[in-house]
């Protein structure tokens, strides 16, 4: 499970507002922003997103929670990424090449191929966040200080 700490903005009918700074490694890193491109609702800086999580229990605001999405999602999410658009590039450009047996037909059919992957893979996207193994979790959530009452008795 990959795990990332996060501070609650607002709660509200179930669902907390967080924002999450970026991991100072994962800064370049491009498989970090494309799979998390959909899932975050607003970028409001370079390095802090907002997003949002369901959660059964009641959050205050600055709580510090730990939330993870599964390896598995993530892996799934990379593969649909990466290997959707060129399997699709790769098929329509053969098929193209074997029916209309012309170069200039394989060339068009790679670039529908490569267009047609691409909506494609927004559309398996969609389809997928609406699944609830590739939401986010709440893993974590620290106790208020607030919250917590000590009585010293001498």
């Not at 100072?24 to 607003?42: A, P």
């Not at 060339?107 to 966040?129: P, Y």
């Amino acid at each position: 499970m990959i795990r990332v700490w996060a501070t609650v903005i607002k709660y509200h009918n179930g669902f907390a507002t967080l924002y999450i700074e970026k991991n100072r490694s994962c800064i370049n890193c491009i498989s970090c922003t494309e799979n998390n491109k959909n899932r975050f609702k607003k970028n409001t800086s370079k390095n802090l997103y907002i997003i949002e999580v369901y959660s059964y229990q009641a959050l205050a605001p600055k709580q510090q929670i730990q939330i993870g999405l599964s390896k598995s999602s993530m892996l799934i999410t990379a593969l649909l990424i990466y290997l959707t658009p060129l399997m699709s590039l790769l098929l329509s450009g053969i098929l193209f090449q074997i029916f209309l047996k012309t170069d200039l037909a394989a060339i068009i059919g790679v670039l529908l191929g490569g267009i047609s992957g691409f909506l494609l893979t927004k559309w398996l996207s969609v389809l997928l966040m609406q699944s609830p193994s590739f939401q986010p979790v709440i893993i974590y959530s620290s106790i208020l200080s607030r919250s917590l009452k000590l009585s010293i008795k001498n």
